[in-house]
């Protein structure tokens, strides 16, 4: 096993490759594309539906700060901060580790149905972590694979050539256990984003019960609500999606490279 080609390699290559690994690289390649095309259809769907609703007043005039306390705080939550975030890397999130709800600046300061449907999800997985609930421990204690798996693979494929290149020698064993390692990794994150997107859904279905119950939000609303988590839910799968055929692409290009590599020492 060698280090992975690149999609220009690939293509440079392609007419040389056995169909073995020619059917199935179309295949992933395809699905890729056909990915890539639904991530911007459902991204640019999302992104209108976000800012109609973030332009919706909702029915009890408060901001998502206000709305994200105050679930918090009648669920016994008070440790809990609530959090304004401009970055791209949090967004609207729970963090149990920082003890932080965080939400978006274009719905922290906005009494909108979007501010209502992002605090009330995000404080009720919170609310969830609280309660033990299983799915959401299990989120807690696997965070780092999940975020760190896919950009660990790469980084351990290079830090095993360098050990082959400086300790033994090209032997090429510490390229493949830096490749089986870093596959390893971006599996188990994949696995694993499976259980993300399990505490989100039982976080969006709490929120309609939670804002019921305190009066949050009409039933109106809550279909609202509804239609937003629906999106980022396709939206999610749809990444998951990706990052799994990324993951057959890798094996696969790594596979092509030991192919290539095998006919010219034939030759």
Known sequence: MEESMNFEELLRVWNQLSPALKFPLAIVLGLLAVCAVVS?????????????????????????????????????????????????????????????????????????????????????????????DPDMVKRVKLTP??????????????????LDAVVFKSTGVATVAGAVLGIAIYALS??????????????????YIVSRESGLATEEEIEDMKELFRLYNIEYINNMITALLELLLRVLSILAKAEMKGKSSND
């Open 40 to 132: 911007i259809v459902v991204s640019i769907y999302l992104a209108i539906s976000y800012t109609r609703f973030n332009r919706k007043e909702n029915s009890v005039g408060l901001t998502g700060e206000v709305i994200a306390r105050k679930v918090l705080d009648d669920n016994d939550l008070r440790n809990i901060q609530v959090k304004s975030s401009g970055s791209f890397l949090f967004g609207n999130s729970y963090s149990h580790y920082f003890k932080k709800v965080r939400l978006r600046r274009l719905t922290w300061k906005k009494a909108s149905v979007s501010s209502l449907a992002m605090a009330t999800q995000k404080s009720c997985l919170a609310i969830l972590d609280k309660e033990q």
């Open 190 to 207: 994949f696995a694993m984003s499976i259980m993300v997107l399990k505490t989100e859904k039982k976080a969006q279905e709490r929120a």
């Open 145 to 162: 694979f999940i975020y760190l798996g896919p950009i660990a693979c790469l980084p351990l494929i290079i830090l095993g050539a360098v």
